[in-house]
């Protein structure tokens, strides 16, 4: 029998819905972004972020089954992101997945956002073990080695900024809007490789460093404007992407011979990135590796990567009750911690 999952996720500024069948199928996903709110302020605004997230509820939710043939009957099972995230933009999408599961008597699944970027990529192709997965967001840069589903081992991580972090203060710097990632991307593509910035934690480990980096770009603008010169923002861009690209795809790579795998995963906002996309398409042809990546819209929040996750945790029979509380910090490591 099929089995269709009801996803719901709205930990930052993405309210969205999705059905998704037996883990890899897409049915519908409606997502309601407020970027263009959070636009002014340079940055999300969690007050603001939840306000919104309310009014956008009913909407998402009433378009959902629109043009399919499923209704309520349909669902398996509601699975839904607990954490980590703003807490008050948690609390709407975990109050309505709670709503529907007590109203239609479904099981309630709590989904590790993380988790659910993963699982983006089994909407893609399904997964296979075991693999490297890269996680690259506004919140988080970690490798990931996964022998199986739902069973995630960290072998590196930022030890401060997250990469999509440094993207949007880099891009802030040179009077870049809010978020600056997929500006600096575009950008990127159209300069040259001429400002020299370090190669941050070029070092054996698998862990990166972005705030020095940061700081680099910070420094050497300031230095620039105080000597009267203007900076060329598209060679700074494509300096600083090289840089990303450099330290991201090399340690990443390293982490895929060294632990023998096939095959190599990467999700999150900033798997969006143009360049570190086509960077990882070649290493990964050069070295047999099969690598995916979700669809662009795929890569930053959503829903259908959280009910794609949802179904694999359904199967691992992870359940969530009415006491399941919002999570702003968890670790995907020991996760089944948190609503135990
Ligand atoms: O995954 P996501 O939607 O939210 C978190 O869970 O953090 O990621 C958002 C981040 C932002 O920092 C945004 O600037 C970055 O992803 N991003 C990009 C690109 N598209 C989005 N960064 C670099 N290049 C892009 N094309
Ligand atoms: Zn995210």
Do not use: W
């Amino acid at each position: 029998m099929d089995t269709y999952i009801l996803g719901i996720e709205s930990s930052c500024d993405e309210m969205s819905a999705s059905i998704i069948k037996n883990g890899k199928e897409e049915i519908r996903t409606i997502i309601l972004t407020q970027m263009k709110i959070h636009k002014k302020y340079g940055g999300v605004v969690p007050e603001i972020a939840s306000r919104c997230h309310i009014e956008s509820a009913t909407i998402v939710l009433e378009e959902l089954f629109e043009g399919t043939s499923l209704t309520m009957d349909n669902i398996t099972a509601i699975a839904v992101t607990y954490g980590p995230g703003l807490i008050g933009s948690l609390l709407v999408g975990l109050q309505i997945a709670k709503t529907l599961a007590f109203v239609y008597d479904k099981p309630l699944v709590p989904v590790h956002h993380i988790a659910g970027h993963i699982y983006a990529n089994n909407l893609v192709e399904e997964m296979q073990f075991p693999l490297i997965s890269l996680v690259v967001s506004g919140g988080h840069t970690e490798i990931i080695y996964m022998r199986d589903h739902f069973r995630f081992e960290k072998i590196g991580g930022t030890l401060d900024d997250a990469v999509g972090e440094c993207y949007d203060k880099v891009a802030r710097v040179i009077g870049l809007d809010y978020p600056g990632g997929p500006l600096i991307d575009k950008l990127a593509h159209e300069g040259k490789d001429t400002y020299k910035l370090p190669l941050p934690l070029d070092d054996n480990s698998y862990n990166f460093s972005f705030s020095g980096l940061k700081s680099a770009v910070i420094n050497l603008v300031h230095n620039e404007e105080q000597r009267g010169n203007t900076i060329n923002k598209e060679d700074l861009a494509t300096s600083f992407q090289n840089t990303v690209v450099e330290i991201i795809t090399k340690k990443t790579m390293k982490a895929v011979k060294a632990f023998h795998v096939k095959n190599l995963i990467m999700s999150g906002g900033v798997a969006a990135n143009k360049g570190l996309r086509e960077a990882f398409e070649k290493l990964c042809n050069a070295n047999d590796i099969e690598f995916t990546v979700p669809r662009g819209k795929y890569c930053t929040d959503n829903a259908a990567m959280i009910a794609a996750a949802g179904y694999y945790a359904y199967k691992e029979g992870l359940r969530g009750d009415m006491s399941l509380n919002a999570k702003a910090t968890s670790s995907l490591y020991d996760y089944k911690k948190d609503y135990k």
